[in-house]
């Protein structure tokens, strides 16, 4: 059983994690009906480990607009413009980074709780049906990666680090929503939130890693390869599905989802959950 709830999990970080609905939010609530027979250690590291299958996805699918190396008369050269597109994606993730590394037990003890994550999950969704209400006529001044400037992307890194802070807010969602609020389109906003979770995600899973210091068995082991090889798989779907889906339709149903998904997390922490822990 264990192996199939990895499983699920993977399917529902691969969702959550792209769309901009909070996979914290979901995955609390997943986590009251399916339990895993592991460590408490293990199960916290799993649930951040999971995310490195998603990320994959995007390596993936953005590989060319992404992989700034080529090789022309014998020699390996760097494309210019992909090499500012990653300055901006590590100056983006600067002050989620240096927040996460100082103070990551004391975000998780003061606001990973129901009522926090709730909140947050209501608040953006809001900002998104006003965000999108206020742009239906407005044209973006933003329609190509490459017309991120450093500030505008160093100000899509601040909305990022107000998810790192508070649970629920969905990093996806934080983001998306700073940009849009910013003149980027709707495609840009979405595929710089994209390049956005490599070095995010990537950096903390290998946090997580070095913090854990028990080992785990090979089951165990197993079970974050079925979780991370479900998330892979379903985060292609996803990101192509979004992608296509936002040619023709703005965000507003997300914003309506967060609010009912916040309100469902309010009344279940309020009325039947135990405390959560990190």
């Known amino acids: 059983?264990?192996?199939?709830?990895?499983?699920?999990?993977?399917?529902?970080?691969?969702?959550?994690?792209?769309?901009?609905?909070s996979s914290t939010g979901h995955m609390i609530l997943l986590e009251e009906f399916l339990k895993m027979d592991v460590s408490e250690g293990f199960w916290n590291l799993f649930l951040v480990v999971v995310q490195l299958g998603a990320i994959l996805a995007v390596v993936l699918l953005y590989w060319r607009k992404l992989w700034p190396f080529f090789r022309k008369?014998?020699?390996?050269k760097i494309s210019t413009s992909k090499f500012l597109l990653w300055c901006k994606i590590v100056l983006a993730c600067v002050p989620a980074a240096v927040v996460?590394?100082?103070f990551d037990d004391k975000i998780n003890e003061l606001f990973?709780?129901?009522?926090?994550v709730a909140i947050m999950l209501i608040l953006f969704g809001v900002l998104f049906l006003v965000v999108e209400t206020k742009n239906k006529s407005a044209r973006p001044t933003v329609t190509k990666v490459s017309q991120l400037s450093f500030q505008t992307?160093?100000?899509?890194?601040?909305?990022q680090l107000i998810a790192a802070v508070f649970p629920g807010t969905s990093r996806s969602g934080a983001t998306i929503v700073g940009a849009l609020m910013l003149g980027v389109s709707r495609t840009?906003?979405?595929?710089?939130?994209?390049?956005l979770a490599i070095p995010v995600m990537f950096g903390a899973s290998l946090l997580k890693l070095i913090k854990f210091e028990e080992g785990f068995t090979a089951t165990e082991g197993g079970l974050l390869v079925v979780g991370m090889l479900?998330?892979?798989?379903?985060?292609?779907?996803?990101?192509k599905f979004l992608m296509q889906y936002i040619k023709g339709h703005d965000f507003k149903v997300f914003g309506y989802y967060r609010i009912v998904l916040g309100v469902l997390v309010l009344l279940y922490g309020f009325f039947l959950a135990a405390p959560l822990t990190a």
């Open 188 to 195: 840009v906003a979405a595929e710089f939130t994209f390049f």
């Open 153 to 159: 992307a160093f100000l899509i890194g601040l909305f």
């Open 230 to 239: 479900v998330a892979f798989l379903v985060s292609v779907a996803v990101i």
């Open 100 to 102: 996460g590394l100082l």
């Open 73 to 76: 008369d014998g020699k390996v």
């Open 1 to 21: 059983m264990d192996y199939l709830f990895a499983a699920i999990y993977g399917i529902v970080e691969g969702i959550t994690e792209w769309l901009p609905i």
């Open 112 to 116: 990973y709780n129901y009522t926090t």
